[in-house]
């Protein structure tokens, strides 16, 4: 009933900001159970949670990225954006967006990821 999309630049320079936007299509329904999620995954290595932002516009963010992180909303757009400033070559990875359902404690919609690789 939902699909999620990652969109954005594939290479970025460190030092810069990496903007990326998931794109939600099918039901339009957003509450408070769903928590629309950035995770990324670096290569060879296991999935970290960026943060997340729900229908009231709170966001909550990892602790380790908070100061470089920031979700935002486009709800006539259904779309969720990070931004991740002050990159550097550690921020390289696969960026997810996916929907948590607090209901379930389970992420029960996933994007197919975007390849972001930071350089100098």
């Known amino acids: 009933q939902v699909q999620l999309q990652e969109s954005g630049p594939g290479l970025v320079k460190q030092s810069e900001t990496l903007s990326l936007t998931c794109t939600i299509s099918?039901?339009?329904?957003?509450?408070?159970?769903?928590?629309w999620s950035w995770i990324r995954q670096p290569p060879g290595k296991g999935l970290e949670w960026i943060g997340y932002i729900i229908a009231g516009e709170d966001t909550y963010y990892n602790p380790a990225l908070k100061s470089r992180a920031s979700i935002s909303r486009d709800t006539s757009k259904m779309q969720v954006t990070l931004r991740l400033t002050s990159v550097t070559p550690e921020d390289t990875a696969v960026y997810y967006c996916a929907r948590y359902y607090r209901v379930t404690s389970y992420y029960d919609y996933w994007g197919q990821g975007t390849q972001v690789t930071v350089s100098s």
């Open positions: 099918g039901n339009s329904v957003t509450s408070n159970s769903f928590y």
